[in-house]
């Protein structure tokens, strides 16, 4: 769980670099541009998958510290619980930062206008059903990846006969990687 929790952090401050490493140079961001970015992050649930960071990387604490000594779990989940409470106020530090890089990437109009259509039933159903269609659209991809890689090779395969008839057709068959 440990590398999970790292990967994503790295993958997250990967991403967010470039836009910090502008936020130096770059001019001051209105507040009402921000507003509109903390309004699309919310409506996008853009930071929802960031929520178990904190209790993940307690409870994986706690479990590396009670495999050292178990005698002392009472004081390990007082101890665990009182500080992860104490640093769940800084998830607003990550809220303003995406609100940044929003902000940076998107317009003040721009960011109105996903918020208000994430904000209609259409938007809403579209959140919803994201996974879903995500899922769909894959499956769809890999039959026709199948398709047309299948294809591709037939069709090479009997033009490449008529050039040389002693290739067999097997070899000219091409690794498939749908799942």
Request: glycine share 4%; no cysteine.
């Amino acid at each position: 769980m440990k590398f999970a929790i790292s990967g994503r952090k790295a993958m997250f401050a990967a991403a967010l670099l470039p836009f910090l490493a502008q936020g130096v140079a770059a001019q001051e961001i209105a507040q009402s541009h921000l507003d509109a970015a903390r309004v699309a992050i919310k409506a996008l649930n853009a930071t929802d998958q960031f929520d178990r960071i904190l209790p993940t990387a307690a409870e994986t604490l706690r479990q590396e510290l009670l495999k050292k000594d178990p005698n002392l779990s009472e004081q390990i989940n007082t101890i665990i619980t009182d500080q992860t409470i104490a640093l769940a106020g800084r998830r607003s530090d990550l809220e303003s930062e995406a609100a940044r890089v929003y902000a940076r990437v998107f317009s003040e109009e721009e960011l109105k206008a996903i918020s208000a259509f994430y904000d209609t039933p259409a938007g809403q159903k579209l959140m919803k059903e994201a996974p879903i269609l995500v899922r769909e659209l894959v499956k769809a991809a890999n039959i026709w990846q199948d398709g047309i890689a299948r294809d591709l090779a037939q069709n090479v395969g009997a033009e490449l006969a008529k050039v040389a008839p002693n290739l067999p057709v097997e070899e000219a068959q091409p690794a498939q990687q749908g799942g």
